[in-house]
């Protein structure tokens, strides 16, 4: 019988071989004592770790592979993992939107009413989830963009996220053309947010900010208002083509 300690523990049970796990020359040995049952002494325990493992009939044997992480450099360069080759981006701008274009996004019509006339822009780079507290969400803008130094006037934009069944409207609101709006409905808020009907969000929102990135402008919008169609599909722009989003798994 071994000393116990208050809670009947053996003295030189469990705290004994932790202590012996943190002694590296140890370390093989606490190993085997913590698989062996209490009642084996430490040398039968080593012995057992040295013997071969037995398998059951039928089992496969087991291999312990390293988890290799993916890694930046080109892949050869390290004996090769799953990674796709990298290529320098260097000047190729066709590449980088060929690349930015596999990114799925939403697309907004960020539009009001400035000056009596109906002004709209197209973003498939709106996003939320910027800030829930201020509420605030952003897209980026081109710095070329006709539209946006009068819209971004206006008290409020309005902000429709666009359904599925808003493939020809967008086209036509991003087109550059007399009346952007002809024939989509559309409601003008009071104080001149003009919302796409029948698109799943709505949004009324003011400027908070604009920070220049490149040949863009990043507009943060504050959110004042809100409405949701939840039973409304968003459009999905990916790979330079209008989507529609389906659930992953098909129910059984
Ligand atoms: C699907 C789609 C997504 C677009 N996303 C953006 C965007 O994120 N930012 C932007 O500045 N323009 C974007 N555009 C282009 C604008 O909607 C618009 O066509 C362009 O700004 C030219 O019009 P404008 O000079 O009146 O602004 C997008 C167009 C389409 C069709």
Redesign the pocket.
């Known amino acids: 019988m071994g000393r116990r300690g208050p809670r009947g523990a053996r003295a030189g049970g469990l705290r004994g071989r932790r202590r012996r796990a943190r002694d590296p020359a140890r370390r093989g040995l606490a190993r085997a004592a913590v698989r062996a049952p209490l009642r084996d002494g430490p040398r039968a325990a080593a012995r057992r770790a040295r013997a071969p493992r037995r398998r059951l009939p039928g089992a496969r044997p087991v291999t312990r592979r390293k988890h290799r992480l993916p890694s930046l450099e080109p892949s050869g360069s390290d004996g090769g993992g799953p990674v796709t080759r990298l290529t320098e981006l260097g000047d190729d701008a066709a590449a980088l939107r060929r690349t930015f274009a596999l990114f799925p996004?939403g697309?907004a019509a960020i539009a009001a009413e400035v000056d009596g006339v109906r002004?709209?822009?197209?973003?498939?780079?709106?996003q939320v989830g910027i800030s829930a507290d201020p509420p605030l969400v952003l897209?980026?803008?081109?710095r070329?963009?006709?539209?946006?130094p009068v819209l971004r006037r206006a008290e409020r934009l309005g902000v429709s996220v666009l359904g599925e069944a808003h493939e020809d409207a967008?086209?036509q609101?991003?087109?550059?053309e007399p009346d952007?709006f002809a024939g989509i409905p559309v409601t003008r808020t009071a104080r001149g947010a003009v919302l796409v009907d029948g698109a799943p969000v709505h949004l009324e929102c003011s400027v908070e900010g604009e920070t220049p990135a490149g040949d863009?402008d990043l507009v943060l919008l504050r959110v004042h208002a809100l409405a949701t169609d939840p039973a409304a599909s968003p459009l999905v722009?990916h790979g330079s083509t209008?989507r529609r989003l389906e659930p992953a798994r098909t129910a059984a």
């Open positions: 996004s697309v002004r709209v822009l197209v973003a498939s780079s709106f897209f980026a803008v081109q070329t963009s006709e539209s946006w967008c086209r609101l991003a087109a550059r952007r863009h722009f209008f």
